[in-house]
């Protein structure tokens, strides 16, 4: 069974800085790709940075150019940097994680979710 356990979120002034991280344990397969969505209240859950364990990243384009996804695949981590944070990220961020043996990711895994409100 795969757990991933999110830490990081909290209350910062808009323009301020956090750093997401999410640790995983369990049945890791080398073959899978880590990332982080969001839920704001009232919207539907959206992708927000994905990276695969080779390397390629994703990034919504509300957030390209102010978060940073990284991972330490020997420790199967995945952090997210927020930099020039904006009222509208608020949201739980939700890490997940997709894997496989091989091939298409068939199994994904959620995170418990943590808050950011980026608020004055």
């Known amino acids: 069974q795969v757990q991933l356990v999110e830490s990081g979120g909290g209350l910062v002034q808009p323009g301020g800085s956090l750093r997401l991280s999410c640790a995983s344990s369990?049945?890791?397969?080398?073959?899978?790709?880590m990332g982080w969505y969001r839920r704001a209240p009232g919207k539907e859950r959206e992708l927000v940075a994905v990276?695969?364990?080779?390397?390629?990243?994703n990034y919504a384009d509300s957030v390209k150019g102010r978060f940073t996804i990284s991972r330490d695949n020997a420790k199967n981590t995945v952090r997210l940097q927020m930099n020039s944070l904006k009222p509208e990220d608020t949201a739980v961020y939700y890490c997940?994680?997709?894997?496989?043996?091989?091939?298409?990711?068939?199994?994904?895994?959620w995170g418990q979710g943590t808050q950011v409100t980026v608020s004055s």
């Open positions: 369990g049945t890791i397969f080398s073959n899978n790709a």
């Open positions: 990276m695969t364990g080779g390397g390629s990243t």
């Open positions: 997940n994680l997709k894997q496989s043996p091989t091939g298409v990711y068939t199994y994904a895994y």
